[in-house]
C-alpha cells in the first residue's frame, strides 16, 4: 500500500506539475498571440506610411517638375554690370569735383579776382581721397553723395546769381557811358 501511495503522490505531483506546465504554456501562447498582433499593426502601420511616402515623393517630383530646374537667381550675387556702375559712380564723383572747381573759378572771376591758376589748370583736384574705394552700395555713402550733390546744387545757383548780377551792373556801366 505503502508503493501506491508513492506512486500516487508521485502521479499526483507530476500531474500538477503538467498543470502548471500547462498554465504556463497557455500564458506563453497567449502573450504569443498579443505580440503576433501588435507585430502585424506595426507591419500595416508600415505599409501605410511608406505608400504615403510614395505618394508624397510623386507629389514632390510633380512639384519640381512643374517649377521647372533650380532657379540661380535666388541666390543674392552681384550683377554683371556691377563693375561698370562702379567705374559710372568714379566718373559721375569725378565731374562732381570738376564742377566744383569750376565753381570756385567762376566765382573768384565774379567777385573780381584772379582765379586759382591750379583750379584753372586742372592741376590740383578738390576731390577727396579714397573716391574710388567708396561702397555706391552702402547707404552712408548714397547719403553723402546725395548732400555733396545738393551743395553742389546751391553753389551753381549762388554763381548763376552772382554772375547775373555781373552782368547786369556791366550792362548798366554801358548804358551810362553810351
Known amino acids: 500500500e505503502r508503493s501506491c501511495c508513492v506512486c500516487c503522490a508521485s502521479a499526483q505531483r507530476l500531474e500538477e506539475q503538467v498543470a502548471q506546465e500547462e498554465g504556463s504554456s497557455q500564458a506563453l501562447r497567449e502573450e ?13 502601420a508600415v505599409k501605410e506610411l511608406s505608400a ?18 533650380p532657379d ?9 554690370s556691377a563693375p561698370l556702375t562702379q567705374r559710372l559712380h568714379g ?5 562732381l569735383c570738376d564742377l566744383r ?28 581721397p579714397g573716391v574710388d574705394r567708396d561702397d555706391w552700395q552702402s547707404p552712408e555713402v548714397l ?12 553753389d551753381v545757383e549762388e554763381l548763376r546769381t552772382a554772375i547775373s548780377d ?11 557811358t553810351q
Open 101 to 128: 572747381s569750376l565753381c570756385n573759378i567762376l566765382s573768384q572771376r565774379a567777385q573780381g579776382r584772379d582765379p586759382n591758376l591750379s583750379l584753372l589748370l586742372g592741376i590740383t583736384s578738390t576731390q577727396p
Open 143 to 154: 547719403s553723402r553723395k546725395l548732400s555733396e550733390v545738393r551743395q553742389l546744387r546751391r
Open 32 to 44: 504569443l498571440r498579443g505580440k503576433e498582433t501588435g507585430l502585424q499593426q506595426l507591419r500595416t
Open 72 to 80: 540661380r537667381s535666388t541666390v543674392p550675387r552681384p550683377p554683371r
Open 166 to 176: 555781373r552782368y547786369a551792373q556791366d550792362m548798366g556801366d554801358n548804358c551810362i
Open 52 to 69: 504615403q511616402n510614395q505618394e508624397l515623393m510623386e507629389q514632390n517630383l510633380t512639384l519640381q517638375e512643374s517649377l521647372g530646374p
Open 91 to 95: 566718373e559721375m564723383a569725378a565731374c
